[in-house]
């Protein structure tokens, strides 16, 4: 059966505001009924004019993370039936510059994303003819969690430590970083350490934890920031007892 | 044209990026009071200065027992005063959530494997609290089998 609800939409169009202001739609909406559902229903009914950004509508492509009654989420996974009898309020992304309504500017992840590396660094890459890199399960498990990331910026937008400090390089880029240096076909973690171990990098965060909890793919990055920490700390000490090494 | 270095500025042709006017919308200096999380969050960054304090608090005992029988007693006079037992009071809490938070988070920071295997988190998690009231067992028994 068909309910309605009332969705009250962040608007920013550069033309017309200096500043979000917000427009009320009433939408009707069934049970299995999204958010982003709910957005797309505006969009094709109601008011064409209104942008935001989605492409797979099952929590895959992280395109549609937005701000949902002060809370990111993915709007996609985020039913209306949870906030009735509304109204639903839908703003974009905390912490990131707004380009249009509910879009924003992700260039300052995609630069960041780049230092860290988030490939698969080989000293000396072996030769097609000998076969693939083999892995076992144990090993895959080591890094599967933190390889499940879809680059949604909900845990930059949870963050208030990139809201505070925009240099600071951020949960999800920092646990991709992880998620190759966990991986053992991987050679490059000295590399990415010179770009984490700046005070930008791991050390900026002070675990608030709040993008771990937000996070919809569960990927934990906080607990991928505190492990790198540690593995930092660790082996600073071993440094300092063994300067020549083993 | 397509530019032949979109990375740099130094060449004639470089790509310039559309820069639209975008809305920045600061950061409230209120913000750890907009979100619980948030402010349990700046609650256990201040637990920090009541550790500080109880380092402290800890070495003029040591000092106070070492200088003799009448600094000592200074020491407990000062203890006794309102105002000390006051803030060792609130001192204490904190202690106790800063420990609370400390061992919660452990576990995403501490990764043990035995073998191969990955030990679970709730593991390490427990592992820390026993280790916890072990030792509050051993002091607890110093101080009241001094007696």
Sequence with gaps: ?246 | MLPTDIGSHATPHAYTAYHPRWLRQPVSTYWWVQKRSYFAFILRELSCLFVAWFVVYLLTLVRAINEGEAAYQSFLTFSARTSVLLLNLVGFLFIVYHAVTFFDAAPQALVVHVGRKRLPSGLVGAAHYLGWMVVSTVVAWVLLGAR
Aim: aromatic letters at 10%; proline letters at 6%; hydrophobic letters at 35%.
């Design chain 1, 1 to 246: 059966m068909a309910d309605r609800i009332r969705l009250r939409v962040g608007r920013y169009r550069p033309e017309m505001e200096s500043e979000l202001v917000y427009q009320e739609y009433e939408v009707s909406f069934d049970k299995e009924w999204v958010v982003l559902d709910g957005l797309n229903y505006i969009k094709d009914r109601i008011d064409g004019t209104l942008s935001y950004r989605w492409s797979c509508r099952m929590g895959v492509c992280g395109s549609c993370g937005m701000t949902v009654n002060g809370e990111p989420k993915l709007t996609c996974a985020t039913f209306l039936s949870d906030y009735a009898p509304g109204p639903v309020t839908v703003t974009p992304l905390r912490n990131f510059p707004v380009i249009r309504d509910l879009v924003v500017d992700l260039g300052d992840f995609m630069r960041k994303l780049v230092r860290v590396k988030p490939w698969i660094v080989r000293e000396v890459e072996r030769p097609l003819a000998d076969g693939e890199y083999l892995q076992t399960p144990d090993e895959l498990d080591e890094y599967k969690q933190f390889s499940m990331c879809i680059n949604c910026m909900l845990c930059y937008a949870a963050c208030p430590i990139y809201g505070l400090d925009p240099k600071f390089i951020g949960p999800a880029a920092i646990a991709l970083a992880q998620r190759y240096n966990l991986d053992n076909r991987d050679e490059g973690a000295e590399e990415r350490m010179e770009v984490l171990s700046e005070h930008e990098g791991i050390w900026g965060c002070t675990f608030v934890g709040e993008c771990t909890k937000v996070c919809p793919k569960h990927v934990d990055p906080a607990g991928a920031i505190q492990r790198y920490k540690l593995d930092a700390a660790l082996a600073s000490i071993k440094s300092y007892f063994m300067p020549r090494g083993v």
